[in-house]
């Protein structure tokens, strides 16, 4: 089901980035172009304040540097993959890398300082293009204040790009927001198929360009024979067990625990706890753990996995066919919300979603949400593909129990 939705959204990644960044942009390439034009160089300013945004920018990037008639340059924040196209961040992203209300609340002194800090980047820099991805807390408030300092009417103004729409369908009241965007954004890059439309009723431009994971089964399949329509990517488990020397009986489970170093320590106790559950009805019960690319969690990783309860693997962050390599080995998948949950379905990997958050942080989504999933393949299709546990259900005898359902011990015998 999720896949037959799914395919109303392909073209974003058929198309590619060149093609489509070509339409987003064309509206604006000419004031773009003469800017760049008169300082012999194209300057965008990006910031990225995720491992999914870091990602997400780093092919943007690399597409502009495709598509511009000028040399182009960077700078910003982001991560290991912005930094490989040419950024130099101003500070580590991981410095912006907070989610939720009340977590935000002992790191708000750096954020603040961060967001002067960008602000003061980006105007020395004098972009002639902006743009933020994701992180819509941090990325708003910049937008904001850079127009506020440049003001609408200043010609050397740039102009001010978002992309991933913020996810207004989700929250009571969230479409009305939409309207006060305006103000400070020029263009949204959409990458559901209805936010493109929705944006424009609210007065705001907007490119519906796909979602960014499916480029995926592009690189995935290049020389492969393959339906248009098989939206799939396919790892090799027989390598991966050869590589790691596990045996024909080894049940294999994905872990996949976030990439923001507060909630992985939060949910690495809880999946830590439930496989503790697991080790006595699975004999043979190994983890490999996907380790998001942000130092601070590879740290915190590396020094809890003596206290693991099972054998694990460890996989860093951006090694992506050794990422659905282990895919295809694993039985089931275990994972945080959030992008990862989009790659498990285009890897034919059962999985359940797991989340937890601040106590009143959880009563705020409840309070505000207006759909009553998280994870994006349900919320595509509108129903329960995927067990989520969440908030005051996600318990470590929960997530056993959801696993054990999910028919390990079957798969084993």
Known sequence: MLVRTIRDIKNGAKMGFSSLLRRSFSVWSGTVVDMGDKDGELRVFMV?????????????????KKLSPLPIRFSGVGGPRMSKEGLESLFPMEDISVMGMWELLPHLNKFRVRLKETVEGAILFRPHVVVTVDSKGFSFRLLKQLRARYGWQESNAPLHFHYVAPSFWAWKGGEARLKSLANFVDHILCILPNEEAVCKLNGLDATFVGHPVLEDIVEFNLGKQASPH?????????????KYALSPGAAVISLLPGSRLQEVIRMLSIFSHAFDQLKDSIPELITVIHVASNQHVENYIDGVMHKWPVPAILIPGGHQHLKYDAFSASTIALCTSGTVAMELQLARLPCVVAYRAHI??????QYKAKIPYISLPNILT?????????FQACTPTNLASLLITHDILYHIQ
């Open 360 to 365: 009143l942080t959880e009563w705020y989504i």
């Open 382 to 390: 509108d129903s329960a593909i995927i067990p989520e546990a969440l």
């Open 48 to 64: 990225a304040g995720e491992v999914s945004g870091d990602s997400i920018a780093s092919r943007l990037m690399a597409s502009l």
């Open 230 to 242: 098989d939206l799939k990517i396919e790892g090799n488990s027989e390598d991966f067990r050869r």
